[in-house]
């Protein structure tokens, strides 16, 4: 079992910036591809960012290419997402998950995020 916990969100005006952290439980984070995601009241779960095990490929969700990065530091167990040039439809819960690579093959990200944490909240005003 692995336990995640977000940390780092808030309340900013439009233009402004937030660091995401995603502390995991594990000592094994390099055993994990992640992810962040996103819910605002009323509308669906989004994937915001992806990264793969060890860092080599990440993936973004069109609507903040250019504007937020994924990032992964296996020594420290923890996940980030640097939020900039932050807009009013940002606003929501941010969650972190976890799937662990495939045994023998750590290049292969499992099917389906198996670890959540329980959300921080982020609030872009105008």
């Known amino acids: 079992q692995v336990r995640l916990e977000e940390s780092g969100g808030g309340s900013v005006q439009a233009g402004g910036s937030l660091r995401l952290s995603c502390a995991g439980s594990t000592n094994t984070y390099n055993r994990y591809c992640m992810g962040w995601f996103r819910q605002a009241p009323g509308k669906e779960r989004e994937e915001v960012a992806s990264i793969r095990s060890d860092g080599s490929i990440r993936k973004y969700a069109d609507s903040v290419k250019g504007r937020f990065t994924i990032s992964k530091d296996n020594a420290k167990n923890t996940l980030y997402l640097q939020m900039n040039s932050l807009k009013p439809e940002d606003t929501a819960m941010y969650y972190c998950?976890?799937?662990?690579?495939?045994?023998?093959?750590?290049?292969?990200?499992?099917?389906?995020?198996?670890?959540w944490g329980q959300g921080t909240q982020v609030t872009v005003s105008s």
């Open positions: 998950a976890a799937v662990p690579v495939l045994t023998g093959m750590p290049w292969v990200c499992g099917a389906g995020y198996s670890y």
